[in-house]
């Protein structure tokens, strides 16, 4: 029903910079909540960045600064910019969309999910 494909990462040196974007089909895109989510091998999703239907915004502590999510729904796409990126953001990262309109902090409160974009920061 709804179909979510991230695109936009890759190897980037520390400092540097990166857009993901997640383009979205299915219906009601405006009314969803959005979230950029990654994960390390073996460990659980975490949501770095989400943005509500009313373009409320959540962000990790850690990249708090750096990164900026925004969506456009006339595009039906949701992006998060990553500048300063730094080695330890290294993961892959998902963006997930939920039937609510209201960030949800764990990843079980997201109906779906893109099939995840790798991003590598080197030192």
């Known amino acids: 029903q709804v179909r979510l494909i991230g695109s936009g990462g890759g190897l980037v040196q520390a400092g540097g910079s990166l857009r993901l974007s997640c383009a979205a089909s299915?219906?009601?895109?405006?009314?969803?909540?959005m979230g950029w989510f990654r994960q390390a091998p073996g460990n659980q999703r975490e949501l770095v960045a989400g943005?509500?239907?009313?373009?409320?915004?959540y962000y990790l502590d850690s990249v708090k600064g750096r990164f900026t999510i925004s969506r456009d729904n006339a595009k039906n796409t949701v992006y998060l910019q990553m500048n300063s990126l730094k080695p330890e953001d290294t993961y892959v990262y998902y963006c997930?969309?939920?039937?609510?309109?209201?960030?949800?902090?764990?990843?079980?409160?997201?109906?779906?999910w893109g099939q995840g974009t790798q991003v590598t920061v080197s030192s």
């Open positions: 997930a969309a939920r039937d609510w309109g209201s960030i949800n902090l764990s990843d079980s409160g997201y109906d779906y």
């Open positions: 299915g219906p009601n895109f405006s009314s969803r909540a």
């Open positions: 943005i509500s239907s009313g373009g409320n915004t």
